[in-house]
């Protein structure tokens, strides 16, 4: 292996590192919501103040009354660890596996309409909306980078795919 195919490898497993590490804490911090609203309620700037005390109470008196509906959450979290896993698959074979980047890339495109559209629904203030849509607006410029790296190492190693 020559030191351009190297560095290019090297630099993908940096750019998926960051997204499978995104995605496990995502997945990992949906599981304690009640407890980690509680501890932004009382450490939260006053700006935001009014509306985490609204979504704590929320979901406080549903954990209270209804606690089968977390488990709707508890499958959010558990979808972000697999597809934390699922990057796996890139990380060890960035080639092979390039349609996992693609994935990601539409997956992050995605976010903006569902967070503008049912953030709209369900009644979610606007800043917050935009908050939902910066995790993909982000999370697109490693996945943009591996694609153009694997994209360099396909050339490098004349490796094409017909599909």
């Given amino acids: ?4 195919e190297i560095k290019i490898r090297s630099r993908l497993k940096i750019y998926i590192s960051i997204i499978i590490f995104g995605l496990f804490i995502s997945g990992v911090t949906a599981f304690p ?12 700037s006053s700006t935001l103040q009014q509306w985490l005390n609204k979504v704590y109470i929320a979901i406080k008196t549903t954990n209270q009354n209804f606690p089968f ?10 979808a ?3 597809l934390a896993i699922l990057f796996i698959g890139p990380f060890l074979n960035p080639i092979k596996n390039k349609w996992v ?3 990601g890339i ?4 995605m976010i903006i ?5 049912a953030g709209n629904i369900r009644q979610i203030p606007f800043f917050w909306q935009l908050i939902d849509c910066s995790f993909g607006v982000l999370a697109i410029i490693p996945l943009y980078l591996c694609l153009s790296n694997i994209k360099k190492l396909e050339t490098l190693n004349h490796y094409e795919i017909y599909l």
Avoid: K, R
């Avoid at 919501?33 to 939260?44: C, D, F, I, P, T």
């Avoid at 509906?69 to 558990?78: M, N």
């Fill in 69 to 78: 509906l977390s488990y709707g959450t508890d499958w959010l979290a558990f």
């Fill in 80 to 82: 972000h660890i697999m």
């Fill in 1 to 4: 292996m020559e030191a351009t």
């Fill in 106 to 109: 539409i997956c992050c495109l």
């Fill in 101 to 103: 980047i693609q994935f």
């Fill in 33 to 44: 919501l009640e407890s980690e609203m509680a501890y932004l309620v009382n450490n939260s």
């Fill in 113 to 117: 309409p569902l967070a503008l559209i």
